[in-house]
């Protein structure tokens, strides 16, 4: 793993921890609350991941420091000294290995948004609307377990109890990045309380986990954005001339509409601080691609409603919950536990759990790190 080019993608990474780190101490950056926000946001994401490598780093001198002592030293304890820290760095460095492999993988944007949850009766009938219920108490349970808050924001309820459909509006740390494993349809296996034969039914509810928008937001990584300086031209007084106070800047920006890239390029001049007018540049990329993006906010969570939730049938099940074994399966992974009555009492964190160690080994192959 430690070739040259990871330690100047780690190198790179540092370089840029410790810029944010000066930048969220600047007065100016903390006036622009959304800069800020945004900024704090990349320090979160890159903490870790900077602590991780530097400990690394620490390994990998650790082994250096030990054979070197190891090839030179002829004192007895010096050697089992070397030894030891020899053998436990070696242990240690292929699991930061993993570990920071993850973290190089770019985490998805929404996941750190409050999220917006839709349950629907699918295939089943009053039974269906029972089960969105049972769901229901399940998220809520959950939610109450992580500290989140849940609100009911609209909700039909079934005619034998239950709900044909509610749509929760949940809020907390990192939301969305843990309940989007919850999409698809759920199918229950049991016995309905209306059954007068005692036959085992089967039913669906559909369930949708949709980030919660924030109103015409904006994403700019602004650790790709390549600046220059130059002198500015024009009269404006011995500064202006002789100190490069201009500044332009170059953003590679995919639109979404289209797929397409381009490059957007934006130069500002207006004033002689080379500070503000680089924070006046970036105030104009916001807005540039601000204008852009308006309406594929709005045509995106149309567009997420649409496929998330499918049509309820029984064919494009996720997870089923069969109450006469006991059993909750969930089939994107093939898992399978035995203690459905804690599961549907809220405690759903072991599947999820095994969804996102799936989730990162698809994506350590995807990205051949």
């Known amino acids: 793993m430690a070739d040259n080019s990871l330690r100047e993608r780690l190198d790179g990474i540092e370089a840029r921890f410790e810029e944010i780190s000066t930048l969220i101490t600047d007065p100016a950056v903390i006036a622009d609350m959304k800069r800020y926000v945004r900024l704090t946001k990349e320090y979160k994401e890159l903490e870790k991941l900077t602590a991780t490598t530097r400990r690394y780093r620490s390994l990998i001198d650790n082994v250096a420091e030990a054979r070197e002592l190891l090839a030179c030293e002829s004192d007895a304890e010096m050697r ?53 219920g049972d769901l229901c108490k399940m998220y809520m349970k959950y939610c109450e377990s992580r500290g989140w808050n849940v609100a009911v924001t609209s909700a039909s309820e079934g005619a034998a109890g239950g709900y044909k459909e509610i749509v929760l509006s949940v809020t907390g740390e990192g939301v969305y990045g843990i309940l989007k494993y919850e999409s698809g349809v759920h199918r229950v296996q049991r016995v309905p309380a209306t059954e007068t034969q005692g036959r085992v039914h089967t039913s669906a509810a559909t369930v949708a986990v949709l980030p919660e928008a924030e109103a015409f937001d904006v994403e700019i990584n602004e650790g ?146």
């Open 224 to 369: 790709e954005i390549k600046w220059d300086t130059f002198r500015s031209g024009g009269a404006g007084g011995q500064n202006v001339n002789k100190v490069e106070s201009g500044v332009r800047l170059r953003y590679l920006w995919r639109n979404p509409n289209t797929g397409e890239s381009e490059e957007i390029l934006i130069e500002c001049t207006e004033t002689r601080d080379q500070p503000k007018n680089k924070e006046r540049a970036l105030s104009r990329l916001r807005t540039f691609i601000y204008d852009k993006e308006h309406q594929k906010y709005i045509d995106d969570i149309a567009s997420r409603r649409k496929t998330l939730v499918s049509t309820g049938d029984r064919s494009a099940k996720i997870r089923t919950y069969n109450y006469p074994q006991g059993r909750i399966t969930d089939h994107r992974i093939n898992y399978t536990i035995y203690n459905l009555q804690a599961f549907v009492d809220g405690d759903i964190q072991d599947v999820i759990d095994h969804l996102i160690i799936a989730e990162n080994a698809e994506k350590l192959k995807a990205a051949e790190l």
């Open 80 to 132: 089992e000294m070397a030894k030891e820290q020899l053998d436990a760095a070696t242990e240690e460095i292929p699991r930061l290995e993993e570990e920071i492999k993850l973290l190089l993988i770019p985490a998805d944007p929404e996941d750190g948004k409050n999220a917006i949850l839709e349950i629907r009766g699918g295939t089943g009938g009053d039974e269906a609307a029972i089960f969105a």
